[in-house]
């Protein structure tokens, strides 16, 4: 299993399409091998980078699907698409674990490219598309860049609500064969959450899924906004985070802030696998650092923006992860958490509730 595309809808599809392109160095694809949804009522466009793929619709008219969605939540993410080797098998598995199916297989033929797919419903408003293609030229899936500044999709976090945890990784771990990896508790003076990181079989689909540990948790904030559980936010594998930040800053990306006293711990830390100088280059962009101290030179980066669009809830990230660098460093989950903290505090939607 593969995350073969990321479905969002929006407000206006050319606009988010060109966004991409400017902020971010995606690629608008004219002729993708899939049938789209559109025609009189909907406008889809697609954006590439190396093997991310991005489909972005917005309404024609109001009796668009995607007009519906945006009567009852902010633009978001809706689908998140998995290529499978025999998606009969993985649906008929779905259907035998409780799945409802949003759309029966199809098939469709473009040129010598062969693609048979199904949709089913997942948490939420979110539904996953399962595809199988064959007879494709890989050529189509390639990068036409040299050097794409971002080159996959590390992995995709999903909030649901409170005491529902459990019963989505249970769902994830049945219906699609997901297995459980990481669990974090992050708990601040101020609001906690709880994450159970899970993957697919072939370690190739990382799914952190959260839920709310206090009444004005972060992922609270976003159920209330977002009109219930959903895709808090992507991120995105890079394979010079430094290069491609300050890139993207200059693009006019807004980014979260990190206090300078994060980068003062840093150094305290043991067996720090960074230069000075690139430890300086690091602060400068604001990138979050963590390591295994056990693990030499393991390293994960990542950065995060701030929410792209009106409403605080998706966002991006960004990672970058060194000599095979696994999971999920706590500490740059703990530093995230306290950031989006410091926006929440700013928003004026976060109190103490904790003492």
Not at 25 to 41: I, K, M, N, R, T
Not at 144 to 163: E, Q
Not at 267 to 287: D, H, M, T, V
Request: with cysteine; aromatic share 10%; glycine share 4%.
């Amino acid at each position: 299993m593969n995350i073969d595309h990321v479905h969002f809808y929006v407000e206006d599809a050319k606009a988010w399409r060109d966004w991409f392109v400017s902020r971010l160095s995606f690629q608008a694809v004219a002729d993708y091998a899939l049938p789209l949804e559109g025609g009189f009522h909907t406008c889809t466009e697609v954006v590439k980078s190396d093997s991310v793929y991005f489909l972005l619709s917005s309404p024609l008219l109001p009796i668009s699907p995607v007009a519906e969605f945006l009567r009852q939540h902010p633009p978001g993410v809706t689908d998140v698409a998995f290529s499978v080797e025999d998606v009969e098998a993985a649906i008929a598995h779905a259907q035998a674990h409780g799945a409802k199916i949003l759309q029966p297989i199809q098939q469709h033929q473009q040129g010598a490219i062969y693609i048979k797919w199904a949709k089913i419903a997942a948490w939420g408003g979110l539904s996953h598309t399962l595809i199988e293609r064959w007879g494709e030229d890989k050529e189509i899936r390639r990068p036409v860049s040299p050097s794409p500044s971002i080159t996959s999709i590390d992995h995709i976090v999903l909030n649901v609500a409170s005491g529902d945890l459990e019963r989505a990784v249970a769902w994830y771990e049945k219906v699609l064969d997901f297995q459980r990896q990481q669990t974090f508790k992050i708990q601040t003076e101020r609001s906690a959450l709880s994450s159970q990181v899970i993957v697919s079989r072939n370690g190739c689909v990382q799914l952190p899924i959260n839920q709310p540990a206090s009444p004005n948790s972060q992922i609270q904030e976003f159920l209330n906004e977002n009109n219930g559980p959903g895709i808090q936010h992507i991120a995105l594998r890079t394979p010079n985070i430094i290069k491609a930040i300050a890139q993207f800053r200059a693009c006019g990306v807004s980014l979260l802030t990190v206090p300078k006293s994060y980068y003062l711990n840093l150094e305290k830390r043991k067996r720090l696998p960074l230069s000075q100088q690139e430890l300086e280059a690091i602060a400068q962009q604001e990138i979050l650092v963590d390591w295994n101290e056990k693990i030499a030179h393991a390293l994960l980066l990542q950065i995060f923006t701030q929410p792209i669009f009106k409403q605080p809830t998706f966002f991006l990230e960004f990672i970058e992860r060194r000599s095979q660098a696994t999971g999920f460093g706590e500490g740059n989950f703990r530093a995230l958490f306290e950031a989006i903290e410091q926006e929440q505090i700013k928003r004026g939607s976060l109190q103490n509730y904790m003492r």
